[in-house]
């Protein structure tokens, strides 16, 4: 019953992923923005609504170890599993505004972030609240980027859809995405208990994987749409957004106190290896562009992860 509930959560994300990014490219080409710019707020925020529910649910519920690796393994997922899958899939471009911007703001995020758990082994209310209002500034510019801006040209027939029709294409997307979540989530903890291992080790890894299907829905369905600058704007955004907005809030209504030091010494390095392994792997090969190369290379390291994950 639980893999069937497992795969039934699957399936509401992944048919939630293609309402989101259908609303999203209709509604940047409705604003006149770029769809990066689409991908790094609406997608992101509404991708990365699961860790908000699973990781304020599990504060308020005294699993700190929960609330703390959802983020950090599923910012591990984002890039190892979800971009690798994406880009055996199809290129991703890369965006010059990845370099100048995007990127910098993900590592001082990912930074500020291990440094606020390695000073005293917690997360308090006003670093939450540091950690929120540079989100907040963080989608000001990015919104402030965005003006003057040439939007994108590509003209079909999202142009013509409704707002009406947009708002229901954002509703069904939002709750198939948190049954979805919910579902898969539920399924994957029962498993993982019937095999014994501990609470940490689920949620950076098998709950974290369930929170993140979002992403490579939403992701999956933007390469198989050609809407490649969306697919990479989510995940350097979700990632963003589980720092600032998951952690963030979550700490400001419960400070989360970590309990297991290899949340520290293991899975926020590895988070920050993945962050910054971004950048080479946009300029070695061919410049500019995430390929199958290096894809593949993104999910071997992830399985290498989740090897040593389980088995140290």
């Known amino acids: 019953m639980d893999v069937v509930l497992m795969l039934l959560g699957f399936g509401n994300l992944v048919v939630g992923g293609d309402f989101l990014v259908r609303a999203s490219v209709a509604l940047s080409l409705k604003l006149n923005v ?3 710019v689409i991908g790094l707020t609406v997608v992101s925020f509404a991708t990365s609504l699961p860790e908000l529910l699973v990781s304020l649910n599990a504060a308020l519920n005294g699993s700190p170890s929960i609330a703390i690796n959802n983020v950090v393994g599923s910012n591990i997922a984002n890039i190892g599993l979800v971009l690798g899958i994406t880009a055996l899939i199809g290129t991703i471009y890369v965006d010059k505004t990845f370099y100048r911007f995007h990127w910098p703001v993900l590592m001082l995020f990912s930074m500020l972030f291990y440094y606020f758990l ?7 209310a006003v670093e939450g609240a540091i950690l929120f209002t540079g989100l907040i500034i963080f989608i000001i510019l990015v919104l402030r980027k965005s003006n003057g801006s040439e939007p994108d040209d590509s003209i079909d027939e999202l142009t013509v859809i409704s707002n009406f029709k947009i708002g229901i294409w954002l509703l069904i997307g939002a709750i198939a995405l948190y049954f979805g979540s919910d579902w898969l989530v539920k399924g994957a903890v029962v498993i993982a208990q019937e095999i ?10 098998i709950i974290a994987v369930g929170t993140s299907v979002p992403e490579l829905a939403a992701s999956v369905m933007a390469i198989v749409r050609n809407e490649k600058a969306i697919s990479l704007g989510n995940l350097i955004g979700s990632n963003i957004f589980n720092i600032g907005s998951v952690l963030g809030l979550t700490a400001m209504i419960k400070p989360i106190i970590v309990e297991d030091p290899l949340i520290i010494s293991r899975d926020l390095i590895w988070m920050l290896v993945f962050a910054a392994v971004l950048l080479p792997l946009a300029l070695l090969l061919k410049r500019h562009e ?8 993104l999910v071997f390291i992830y399985g290498l992860f989740l090897y040593l994950v389980f088995t140290y």
């Not at 390929?291 to 290379?297: A, D, L, Q, V």
């Open 34 to 36: 770029s769809k990066m």
């Open 290 to 297: 995430i390929k199958k190369t290096e894809g593949f290379t």
């Open 196 to 205: 014994g291992v501990s609470e940490a080790v689920i949620s950076v890894s």
């Open 118 to 124: 390695s000073n005293d082994n917690q997360l308090s």
